[in-house]
């Protein structure tokens, strides 16, 4: 008699852990802006080969000087982020300037410097100034203030976050993934909205929790105990549920971010959507070889999958995780969307056996207990198809032998499948 779970196939060996894990939190950031001279006719050009010197208000700290390009353009990179700046400008034949205070991150600090003798501040004449500004108004103190507690906030947030996330990796790199896991959730919480540590501490507690998985997994599939066999099938399966919404959460950050936002951190921004969708592909990848997935993060795989493959420039890669996809559907008994997915695959590779097979699979779970005779019609052909060309030890051929066996005894023959299949 056919089996309705005759697909779900154990894989009676251990995995072995690999070593992924999301970069630190960057902790510099840079400034940028532009010099420009106001020459005696009201007319402008840019100022090449300025001298741009960054000092902190608040301590006596060395911090890197730039000199503008030919645009009249600089960037200060490896400015930390924390503490207030002020940038002062200097060259030949201008006036020295100084800017407003501004903040770590600042970008389009611009200057409109006159003629000059060229000569240059120091830094004691700088701070002196600083310290002359004169007194604030109520208003200008109510923002100092809330600018302050900002500041803290701020601060204390980031020490939390670099703190949880060194944790997070010593314990991760030692496998105690459920110490890892804590330590970047407990990151993640001290700033949930920020796209420099939230993708990074999210993707590394996704990380964690499948590696966790597959350690439970290579477990269970070696032990000889019943009744631990049972108590972690349900751990497994959690652990990657929470993994996917993990990746889910860092990917939303990450497409709501906004381009000013993005320009702070451009290569960390960069490198972290990868990793969101490599740890997806990752965890599908494991989830499907360990038969740990979760129906209720099928949408989720669906996205997620979805921007992967789009991402991926590795044909092969791409073909293998659109097959994916329609294995994960079809496990999560979601027969209609594993049909959508498996068309996909077999757009990419026609020839693809899994892709062939498990379409022919997903339209006869379809239509199992129905009446739709066409539908049936179809399961037969790709299955059929699927006998003739699949390799004799692939394995899914013996249930999809029962399955047209089922449909022949249906009163069903087997048709041709079109050319481009």
Same mark, same amino acid.
């Given at each position: 008699m056919f089996r309705k779970n005759y697909y779900l196939f154990v894989f009676a060996i251990a995995l072995f852990l690999g070593s992924n894990i999301a970069i630190f939190a960057q902790t510099t950031s840079e400034i940028s802006g532009r010099v420009e001279l106001k020459k005696v006719d009201g007319t402008t050009e840019p100022v090449a080969g300025a001298l741009i010197e960054v000092y902190r208000t608040d301590k006596k700290v060395t911090l890197p000087s730039v000199k503008t390009d030919a645009a009249g353009n600089f960037t200060v990179s490896g400015v930390p982020n924390e503490g207030e700046y002020v940038l002062a400008v200097s060259g030949e034949k201008i006036k020295t300037e100084v800017s407003n205070i501004i903040s770590f991150g600042a970008k389009n600090v611009n200057f409109l410097v006159s003629p000059g003798d060229g000569s240059r501040y120091s830094e004691a004449q700088i701070r002196e100034a600083l310290a002359k500004a004169g007194d604030l108004t109520a208003e200008q103190k109510k923002e100092r203030e809330e600018f302050e507690a900002k500041k803290k906030q701020v601060e204390g947030e980031t020490q939390l976050i670099n703190r949880a996330l060194s944790e997070g990796i010593k314990a991760y790199t030692a496998k105690d993934f459920d110490l890892a896991i804590v330590k970047f959730e407990e990151g993640y919480q001290a700033n949930t909205k920020y796209i420099g540590s939230a993708p990074i501490l999210l993707n590394n507690k996704g990380s964690s929790l499948v590696r966790r998985a597959v350690l439970n997994y290579n477990t269970m599939v070696q032990?000889?105990?019943?009744?631990?066999?049972? +108590? #972690?099938?349900?751990?497994?399966?959690?652990?990657?549920?929470?993994?996917?919404?993990? %990746?889910?959460?860092?990917w939303t950050?990450?497409?709501?971010?906004?381009?000013? +936002?993005?320009?702070?951190?451009?290569?960390? %921004?960069?490198?972290?959507?990868? #990793?969101?969708?490599? /740890?997806?592909?990752?965890?599908?990848? %494991?989830?499907?070889?360990? +038969?740990?997935?979760?129906?209720?993060?099928?949408?989720?795989?669906?996205? #997620?999958?979805?921007?992967?493959?789009? /991402?991926?420039?590795?044909?092969?890669?791409?073909?293998?995780?659109?097959?994916?996809?329609?294995?994960?559907? #079809?496990?999560?008994?979601?027969?209609?969307?594993?049909?959508?997915?498996?068309h996909k695959a077999l757009e990419i590779a026609p020839k693809n056996p899994d892709a062939i097979g498990g379409l022919g699979l997903s339209l006869y779970m379809a239509s199992f207990e129905s009446t739709d005779m066409a539908r049936k019609q179809e399961a037969l052909n790709y299955m059929q198809h699927f006998l003739d060309t699949a390799p004799e030890n692939h394995p899914l051929r013996a249930g999809i032998d029962s399955g047209v066996e089922d449909l022949k005894a249906q009163k069903l023959k087997p048709q041709k499948v079109s050319a481009k299949n």
């Open positions: 032990s000889k105990d019943q009744a631990q066999k049972n +108590e #972690l099938r349900p751990k497994i399966n959690k652990d990657f549920e929470d993994a996917i919404d993990a %990746f889910s959460k860092a950050i990450i497409k709501d971010a906004k381009p000013d +936002e993005i320009a702070k951190i451009q290569k960390n %921004f960069d490198e972290n959507k990868v #990793l969101t969708l490599t /740890f997806t592909q990752d965890a599908v990848n %494991f989830m499907i070889k360990t +038969e740990g997935t979760s129906e209720a993060q099928k949408d989720n795989v669906r996205t #997620l999958m979805g921007e992967y493959i789009a /991402f991926e420039k590795d044909a092969k890669k791409k073909e293998a995780a659109q097959v994916e996809v329609g294995l994960y559907m #079809l496990r999560v008994v979601d027969f209609e969307n594993a049909i959508v997915e498996y």
